[in-house]
């Protein structure tokens, strides 16, 4: 189907065949004291060279990780993005592809779904996988209202250190339909399993872990999903899908929910968006899941086909009464994640999730022999740490800056009751930038 | 239209067979030809109580989804456990293998203000 905009002359042969002279006619149902009668205010139209010129100007006071080092973290990391990705995602076809409501004209969409949530549910070990959601805040929030709906329960308990903006979101969704969020303090970086035991009760719907968590330590998820069930309630976990490629899969541990950021999964980092919501379950909530899902079937002729599956889980159908009231996924992103696992495959994501691995610990150990900087808690970690530092961590951002590098995130921007610098270390990380970036901190 | 003159119906098309301190409870044979080819059936737990004309599970065919309304109070002694792997047993034969729950009749004069067969036929215009 092309998009080219109607000529004159059809506008005229249009609006000929129903019997109207002009578009006017068309409005003139709206009250003239509603009517704008005079043009809109706008500058002047500009050139295409102009605008341009004026949108170059605007993007030049940005800068991007093609220009700086960055160490930031915090839910949005600098991974590597083949190419390839670029040129299958921006095909027509897929760029402006809508809403695959009529499945005989949307084989390829809805074949593309499909290979996503099988990918998905391979990652992490679960038997269920939607088309994914906007982001990973989101995907928690509605985990939630899904755990609350399916046991009848209204208590969430949030055990350590899990994403701040997350749980921001989870707190909007949650407001107004009589849920109750409970945060377990983290102790010394982790949850307390202790802790954990003494806030359950029979009014918990669901336990939270992230998994690896905030700080980027490594949490004892099986431990807390075994107690969350012993106390009858889900165990959604929220997970990295890099982090994947060598830590034991969610869906092992036993979780029944799962979540997670794709943003790693080859998607930029755009300024914080658009980014994707993973989200998977185990068979038995498949029907309280919310979100898009494609399946496979066959024709009339038994030629395999795909389709939207069980869509009566959703508000198109069953209005009010849907788990969920999304009627969308983030398709282009969760193309770009189907095409990064597919080019880099399991080799290749454990290699990926290694080198973060070492590269983050090789940085830790220098960086902790400068006076001043010490790891806050002594925990294992994947390929995120948070130092104490000897300056503020504004200013060592503002100074490192100045000199080409990100060093990392004021943790206290985003979690008040926290200080010290996350530093976020990936596979792009030469050893290069690694010891410039140490250098540069020890001529603070 | 198979509407047997020994049930009771409600305006929801439930229908229930009356049996001594019992009541069987699924949908006419009107209604599943509306709804066409049944997919999922969601019952309720054995134990669990319902008054008249409350919602105890849903119904789904595959564009559609409707509650199911208990035509008497009572508190659910059995469930069709075959309607789990099978819900096409209810288009095939709603009166019944497509029968759906078993209740305990809580109050039999509830049954009276239910609709007898010449009725339900007018409410759909048979």
């Not at chain 1, 390829?108 to 805040?137: F, H, K, P, R």
């Not at chain 1, 930029?268 to 309280?288: Q, T």
């Not at chain 1, 596979?427 to 540069?440: I, M, N, P, S, Y």
Request: aromatic content about 6%.
């Amino acid at each position: 189907m092309s998009f080219v905009p109607h000529t004159d002359a059809e506008q005229q042969e249009m609006l000929r065949l129903i019997g109207v002279s002009d578009i006017e006619e068309l409005l003139s149902t709206i009250p003239e004291s509603v009517r704008l009668r005079k043009p809109l205010h706008l500058p002047q139209a500009l050139s295409e060279f102009e605008v341009l010129r004026e949108l170059e100007a605007l993007s030049a006071q940005n800068a991007s990780v093609d220009q700086v080092i960055s160490f930031q973290g915090a839910g949005a990391y600098d991974h590597f993005i083949p190419s390839a990705i670029s040129s299958i995602i921006s095909r027509s076809e897929f760029a402006t592809a809508y809403t695959p409501y009529q499945p005989e004209v949307s084989q390829g969409t809805l074949q593309s779904m499909y290979e996503y949530q099988s990918m998905i549910c391979e990652l992490t070990g679960m038997d269920v996988a939607n088309a994914s959601m906007y982001d990973c805040g989101s995907a928690l929030a509605e985990a939630c209202l899904m755990a609350a709906g399916d046991t009848g329960r209204d208590e969430i308990l949030i055990a350590g250190k899990v994403h701040p903006l997350y749980l921001e979101i989870v707190r909007t969704y949650t407001h107004g339909q009589g849920i109750q969020m409970r945060v377990i303090q983290h102790r010394d970086g982790a949850s307390s399993i202790a802790d954990v035991d003494s806030a359950l009760s029979e009014n918990t719907a669901a336990v939270i872990i992230q998994q690896p968590n905030f700080f980027g330590i490594i949490e004892d998820a099986e431990q807390i999903v075994k107690r969350a069930h012993d106390a009858g309630a889900l165990a959604i976990m929220v997970i990295d899908p890099i982090s994947l490629g060598i830590m034991k899969s969610p869906g092992e541990q036993g979780a029944d929910v799962v979540v997670g950021e794709g943003q790693g999964l080859g998607i930029p980092l755009s300024m914080g968006g658009p980014y994707l919501g993973i989200f998977a379950v185990r068979e038995a909530l498949i029907r309280k899941m919310p979100g898009r899902m494609a399946g496979m079937t066959v024709d009339v002729e038994g030629n395999r086909g795909f389709v939207m599956a069980l869509q009566t889980r959703e508000q198109h159908i069953r209005r009010e009464k849907a788990t969920s009231n999304i009627c969308t996924n983030e398709g282009l992103m969760m193309l770009a994640a189907t095409v990064y696992l597919s080019l880099i495959g399991p080799e290749g994501l454990k290699e990926v999730a290694t080198l973060s691995l070492q590269k983050s610990h090789y940085l830790a150990d220098r960086i902790t022999t400068i006076r001043g900087f010490q790891l806050k808690y002594q925990k294992p970690f994947f390929k995120e740490f948070l130092v104490d530092t000897p300056l503020p961590a504004t200013e060592i951002i503002y100074r490192l800056s100045q000199k080409g590098v990100l060093p990392g995130i004021d943790i206290s921007s985003l979690d008040p009751e926290e200080t010290g610098l996350l530093i976020a270390v990936t596979e792009k990380r030469t050893r290069a930038e690694l010891d410039r970036f140490v250098e540069l901190l020890r001529a603070l | 239209m198979n509407i047997p003159d020994t049930l009771r119906y409600t305006k929801d098309h439930e229908w229930i067979r009356v049996e001594g301190d019992y009541g069987v409870v699924g949908i006419t044979d009107y209604a599943q030809s509306e709804l066409g080819d049944i997919v999922f059936v969601e019952l309720p737990q054995v134990g669990s109580s319902f008054s008249q004309g409350q919602s105890f599970g849903t119904i789904e065919a595959v564009k559609a989804v409707s509650d199911l309304f208990l035509p008497a109070s009572g508190e659910i002694v059995e469930v069709n456990a075959n309607l789990g792997n099978a819900p096409e047993l209810i288009n095939k034969d709603p009166y019944g293998e497509g029968w759906m729950v078993k209740i305990r009749i809580k109050d039999h004069a509830e049954i009276d203000t239910l609709l007898d067969a010449k009725a339900y036929r007018s409410l759909i215009g048979q």
